[in-house]
């Protein structure tokens, strides 16, 4: 996650609680009691203070630590559509550091910081397809269609077996009604090619729009080099800004929905 500036930070609803809570007031009160006693008003002023401002102080939230982003412990496609995107950052940096300073150099800090987010989305994305590619292995989905055309080449053979009205076909085909065991094990065996196919879809998607999302944040990145070398109004990054605004929204969006299907259902383990 991208750091968030101080101000950003401190302009948060629990800073606001922290500012009027009983806590507060109340070590304000003491420090300026104790302040009072040693040293007079100013120093019941300051101390005063310091207790009020030091719980404020502490509600502030904290900025999360650093995502280590390591696309080498994935595997294709994942690993290249990560580093892909950890090279155009890189690029990005190198864009910015030849920026003179200034509010052109502001604010492509600005786009960086929605750069860097959007990059560990892709990193989550990288990590949420690498899982449901995981468990499609663990899927033999070949293995499933031949079982389940011995179960379905059965079934044939024992209603071919009822219509000749041999007993021992009648007695099976009465074993294959409605809720019997065979109809459990095809509906098992269809339910699994099922999940298979939809993991492949799912998969496939993915992969494809991370690729794409990765190729716009390469477009983005030559225009950010490009801008920064001119001398050039500040607003001629406010149009890159939304690109890299959407790209992180598409990036987020993506991975949400790949978490959620690698997520177990309910009563599942």
Not at 64 to 73: G, K, L, Q, S
Not at 96 to 124: H, N, T, Y
């Amino acid at each position: 996650m991208a750091r968030r500036p101080l101000r950003d930070r401190f302009f948060t609803p629990p800073v606001a609680r922290a500012m009027l809570s009983a806590s507060a007031i109340g070590l304000a009160v003491g420090g300026a009691v104790v302040g009072w006693f040693i040293g007079g008003p100013p120093l019941a002023v300051a101390l005063a203070v310091l207790g009020w401002g030091g719980r404020v102080a502490a509600a502030i939230p904290r900025n999360p630590a650093p995502v280590r982003i390591d696309p080498f412990t994935l595997g294709e496609p994942w690993k290249r559509l990560v580093q892909d995107a950890v090279q155009a950052q890189n690029r990005f940096r190198e864009a910015l550091s030849g920026a003179a300073s200034g509010p052109l150099r502001d604010r492509m800090e600005e786009i960086g910081e929605k750069l860097a987010a959007g990059v560990e989305q892709a990193w989550r994305v990288g990590r949420s397809g690498q899982a449901l590619m995981e468990a499609r292995k663990r899927i033999d989905a070949a293995g499933v269609e031949r079982a389940l055309t011995r179960a379905k080449e059965q079934a044939g053979e024992v209603s071919e077996a009822s219509e000749a009205g041999e007993v021992g076909g009648v007695g099976a085909a009465r074993e294959l009604g409605a809720g019997s065991p065979k109809d459990a094990m095809l509906e098992s065996l269809e339910a699994q090619l099922a999940s298979a196919r939809r993991l492949d879809a799912t998969i496939s998607s993915a992969r494809d729009q991370l690729r794409l999302t990765t190729a716009r944040l390469d477009e983005a990145v030559a225009r950010a080099a490009e801008l920064s070398v001119r001398a050039g109004d500040v607003h001629a990054l406010d149009g890159l800004g939304d690109d890299v605004d959407t790209l992180v929204t598409d990036l987020e969006a993506l991975r949400l929905g790949l978490e959620e299907l690698d997520r177990p259902a309910p009563g599942t383990t």
